[in-house]
């Protein structure tokens, strides 16, 4: 039941969102291939509209400098336009001391993201911040004690991605970052496999996530694509993957040219304000839903008329270009009806209280209310011919209403 409700919602909000294209190379070693983690990626694009094509070389603990000089990494860099290569460091190196990795790290990353631009100045360069051996580095332990525990080591990586990214104008995706919190937060879920290295399917599905937002810049809550796991272990990958990335963008996307669309929204009457909040962009093209169109930064626009609009804004620079949609609903409550209608059964709402009416003298007989993650809200009992209140914050709901017969109908409103 909870899946069939998920995947009915994930159809309900489709329509919010843009699907997306884009061409990735990786460049790495086994942290890559285990589980082949670009295919996971690319069926967890796939679930959501979107479009990965891909290409990878990725031999068994290949460091910067081998694919710096290897003729299959050169010439896959120079096949076609990527938008982004993806460069992935053996496990260990960049978690050495600092001196140490500004010998035998910096300078080959800076090779591999001169050949990328020569290719084409607009591909965006992404480090692969990687994550900590499960008990630190057993066999570096004694040379440099700071990567003797897993704590250590991943502080060093984190600092060695980072400093990368900043040095090379890049951008990174927290891998990394994201593992350390799922450590934290869910220390039974194992990320490794026995040699407390390399991922265990878990690992490299929180990896895939993890990338999802940091190239397609969507939250991963929303794909129904759990490749083997468990509804519960992916959800919690999948929520945390969401924090590290979405919540803190602007921390792993500090540098670079790669587009990043958003704007939030305000309403007081029927003038919607929106405040772009996109980065990296030169350009901005808004559609508000009404055949009126705008290339203002942060623009506000009177509706002549109540009702819920689409509202799109595609950023740009000369490089990248991205969309992000978002309903505006003028009036109250909106409801966006589907191929099941809801025969007999009204909603409206006022200044966040929402009114469920049953017209029918007996069809239905209780309505669930859920979030957009499948979340329970409320179980409202309906009365015949009645009118039931509940207060809801703003957001997107689903109510499942459910009739003497058992049978149930699906639809989602939004309250402003």
């Not at 929106?274 to 930064?297: C, E, H, K, P």
Request: hydrophobic share 35%; aromatic share 12%.
């Amino acid at each position: 039941m909870k899946k069939q409700l998920l995947i009915a919602i994930a159809m309900l909000i489709a329509t919010n969102i843009h699907a997306t294209t884009r061409k990735v190379l990786f460049l790495g070693n086994s942290y890559v291939y285990t589980n082949d983690l670009p295919l996971m990626l690319q069926q967890m694009a796939t679930s959501m509209g979107d479009t990965l094509i891909y290409d990878q070389n990725t031999p068994g603990g290949f460091t910067f400098e081998q694919h710096s000089t290897d003729a299959t990494s050169i010439n896959k860099i120079f096949s076609q336009q990527w938008d982004i290569v993806i460069l992935q460091e053996q496990s260990q190196k960049p978690a050495f001391s600092p001196a140490q990795v500004a010998d035998e790290t910096y300078p080959f990353a800076k090779k591999l993201d001169s050949m990328i631009r020569k290719n084409r100045p607009c591909t965006e360069t992404m480090f692969f911040m990687t994550w900590g051996r499960k008990n630190g580095d057993a066999s570096n332990c004694a040379s440099y004690p700071p990567i003797c525990t897993y704590a250590g080591m991943q502080i060093r990586l984190r600092d060695s991605y980072m400093q990368m990214t900043q040095d090379n104008n890049a951008i990174v995706s927290p891998v990394g970052a994201a593992w350390k919190q799922m450590r934290d937060s869910f220390p039974s879920l194992d990320l490794y496999v026995p040699d407390e290295s390399h991922p265990s399917v878990s690992g490299t599905y929180l990896a895939a996530c993890v990338f999802y937002a940091s190239i397609f810049h969507k939250n991963p809550m929303q794909t129904t694509f759990n490749s083997t796991l468990s509804a519960t272990d992916a959800n919690n990958i999948k929520r945390i993957s969401k924090r590290v990335v979405l919540d803190s963008f602007s921390k792993w996307n500090m540098y670079g040219n790669y587009t990043y669309a958003n704007f939030t929204k305000s309403v007081a009457g029927k003038t919607a304000t929106f405040t772009n909040t996109s980065l990296y962009n030169t350009n901005n093209y808004w559609t508000f839903g009404n055949g009126i169109t705008s290339t203002v930064a942060s623009p506000a626009h009177t509706y002549a008329t109540n009702g819920k609009y689409q509202v799109t804004l595609t950023a740009s620079n000369g490089c990248f270009s991205e969309t992000r949609k978002d309903s505006v609903t003028i009036g109250g409550v909106n409801v966006e009806t589907t191929a099941m209608q809801m025969p007999e059964l009204s909603i409206g709402s006022e200044h966040g209280i929402v009114r469920f009416t049953n017209k029918s003298a007996s069809a239905y007989i209780s309505l669930m209310i859920y979030d957009i993650n499948g979340r329970s809200i409320a179980t409202i009992e309906l009365n015949p011919n009645t009118t039931t209140e509940k207060t809801l914050v703003p957001g997107i709901y689903v109510y499942q209403a459910k009739t003497k017969d058992g049978v149930i109908y699906t639809n989602k409103f939004s309250v402003q």
